[in-house]
């Protein structure tokens, strides 16, 4: 099972080779134009420019501006010498600018540098809470095949408020996506107790309405200051030797059911509010179940998927995209969705993207 993620997050940004000789060849025009020029006219005052186009070559380097900046400060004193009734006052003006230029440009530089570096401690410490928050999953539990990707929006990000797991139990294969209300720390937090809750609760309730309850009881002991924190939901089971899933859906958009080339919204009979808001409803959540044979996939997904635009507004429609629905496996299922909604959307998302995807297997001989 493996996860994808914003492959822009993984990537340093190197400047290209004409960027790198740019300051160095500046210096070099800057040079001949002086010694072209009559000697009354100078071009050394521009000598400040090379040091702060050497402050924007990638990755940050500290030697870079006190390198140029050296060379332009020598480059300008030979400049000055050279030049006609040269004003001493005017040359040391001149060469007072360039050091300070080189100075800030390498301050700026190693700001940079930590800046980079405490960035890479976050995405190291974001890695190993994904690991524990969202692991990888089995690939083959006992009546199912799944299949995950997850793909966070912001590029200094790997992990959001989106949530799956897929676990084996005595009641059947289980299985959860949810999209938590929010961003930033305090979704991942109410993301984690979620899961917690689900990957205990789904061992020990066979009702999956009691599962759901526990994981709302879990968001409303939290502290005040979530108090409208929710969590948008779909659960489903698969027991063993049965023909059928069950699902409960939480507020969450609707799973689709692949049945021989046909694409079926599963939407519940009747809707239930997010975990964390069900006390606006009834003290039970409806479970309604769905023909799932051999052969049949669902596909669940967050909103990350249906709210992706295109330049004209144009929202991605899942549904209605056949192009997935021609995979027999969940893998290349949610390679090709992902595929599909860069094309659509492009690089940058709004939101983030969880997808998970089960085929019903053949059940096991005895």
């Known amino acids: 099972m493996s996860s994808q993620f914003s492959a822009d997050s993984a ?26 020029s009559p000697r009354s006219v100078g071009f050394s005052p521009t000598l400040s420019v090379p040091p702060a186009l050497a402050a924007l070559i990638a990755p940050p380097r500290q030697i870079r501006p006190l390198l140029v900046g050296g060379i332009c400060v ?58 524990v ?38 009641f059947g294969d289980r299985l959860i996506i949810g999209d938590v209300r929010g961003k930033g720390l305090p979704a991942v937090e109410a993301a984690a107790d979620v899961l917690g809750v689900f990957r205990e609760a789904a061992h020990q309730e066979g009702d999956l309405s009691a599962i759901a309850l526990r994981m709302h009881a879990s968001l409303g002991r939290r502290t005040a200051a979530d108090a409208e924190e929710f969590v948008t939901a779909v659960l489903v089971s698969v027991p063993p030797g049965s023909a059928q899933a069950e699902i409960v859906n939480c507020g969450h958009p609707a799973p689709l059911l692949l049945h021989h080339g046909v694409v079926t919204p599963l939407d519940p009979p009747e809707p239930s509010p997010p975990l964390g808001l069900l006390n606006l409803s009834a003290d039970s959540v409806p479970v ?79």
């Open 74 to 131: 020598v480059t300008a004193t030979l400049l000055g010498l050279l030049a006609e009734n040269v004003i001493a006052v005017e040359l040391a003006a001149e060469l007072l600018a360039t050091a300070m230029v080189t100075l800030v440009s390498w301050v700026a530089v190693r700001s940079a540098q930590l800046q980079q570096r405490t960035l890479t401690t976050v995405r190291t410490v974001a890695e190993a809470a994904q690991q």
């Open 288 to 366: 309604y179940k769905v023909d799932f044979e051999p052969g049949d996939h669902i596909l669940l997904y967050t909103d990350g998927i249906t709210e992706a635009r295109d330049e004209e507004g144009a929202f991605y429609r899942l549904e209605q995209d056949k192009g997935w629905t021609v995979y027999q496996n969940p893998d290349p299922m949610l390679d090709h969705v992902l595929r599909a909604v860069r094309a659509h959307a492009g690089p940058r998302l709004s939101d983030d993207i969880a997808l998970l995807a089960v085929k019903r297997l053949p059940d096991p001989e005895l």
């Open 11 to 36: 990537r340093s940004a190197h400047s290209g080779p004409v960027m790198r000789v740019l300051p160095y060849a500046l210096i070099v025009v800057i040079i001949a134009a002086d010694l072209a």
């Open 133 to 170: 928050l969202l692991r990888a999953l089995p690939s083959d539990l006992v009546s199912v095949r799944s299949a995950v990707r997850y793909v966070a929006a912001a590029a200094e990000a790997r992990i959001g408020g989106d949530l799956y797991e897929v676990m084996t139990t005595k």
